[in-house]
């Protein structure tokens, strides 16, 4: 399809599994970004890449989440020794130009669930 | 110190009533981006409009409606004759020159019943 595309769609995992979650952006999007949604929430910024650098991490909320882009395409956002509190739905965003004044365009997430 | 601000959370209408979602927003830049956003139930964050600092003019795209004041740090948004599939949460979101995130307000869910 021509959107972005996240994968899964749910994922439910124990507690103290690690989870990998996939992002694949709109082709020829530059930027990527990463976003955390709670129950009742906007989404919160989590990273950032312009094509395979990774710009920015500081919304990531502990060393145990890990983004990566090696090739500047499709992303990978890891999350290691899931606690609860990482239940959340995880949205992936891709916008054609550098920095945030392009519009970003959002996939369907990928709703964690962790037991 | 960003942030978005949208009051109301919850707001339920009847087809054809026309609805103003609020949002007010804090930034010291002085050039900055503000965006809206739908999210039906679907999840899939849709994009609605983008308007910059310098640019105040009010702008209308079908039943769509944007309310830009700096004076008032305010972006609002008015749906006209709302329809049940206006029925969504709602985003506002900011962004600065020098940034790179959205931050977004809370949302506000919209009701409509037919």
């Known amino acids: 399809g021509a959107g972005v595309s996240q994968s899964p769609r749910y994922k439910v995992a124990k507690r103290g599994q690690d989870v990998a979650l996939r992002c694949d952006p709109i082709s020829g999007h530059v930027s990527l970004f990463w976003y955390q949604q709670a129950l009742g929430q906007g989404p919160e910024f989590l990273t950032y890449f312009q094509n395979e650098a990774q710009l920015d991490k500081s919304g990531l909320p502990s060393d145990r989440f890990f983004a990566e882009r090696p090739e500047g395409s499709v992303s990978t956002l890891k999350i290691q020794r899931t606690q609860q509190e990482d239940s959340a739905v995880y949205l992936c965003?891709?916008?054609?130009?550098?920095?945030?004044?392009?519009?970003?365009?959002f996939g369907d997430g990928t709703r964690l669930s962790i037991l | 110190a960003q942030k978005v601000t949208q009051a109301q959370t919850e707001i339920s209408v009847v087809e054809k009533e026309d609805v103003t979602l609020d949002c007010v927003y804090e930034t010291r830049d002085t050039t900055y981006y503000l965006f809206w956003y739908k999210q039906p139930p679907s999840g899939e964050l849709v994009f609605l409009i983008r308007?910059?600092?310098?640019?105040?003019q009010n702008e209308i795209s079908g039943r769509y409606s944007w309310n830009f004041q700096k004076s008032t740090s305010s972006f609002n948004f008015t749906i006209t004759a709302s329809q049940v599939v206006d029925s969504a949460v709602y985003f506002c979101a900011l962004s600065e020159e020098a940034g790179t995130a959205l931050i977004f307000g809370k949302g506000t869910t919209l009701s409509v019943s037919s």
């Open positions: 308007r910059n600092s310098f640019d105040e």
């Open positions: 965003a891709s916008s054609l130009g550098l920095g945030s004044n392009q519009p970003q365009h």
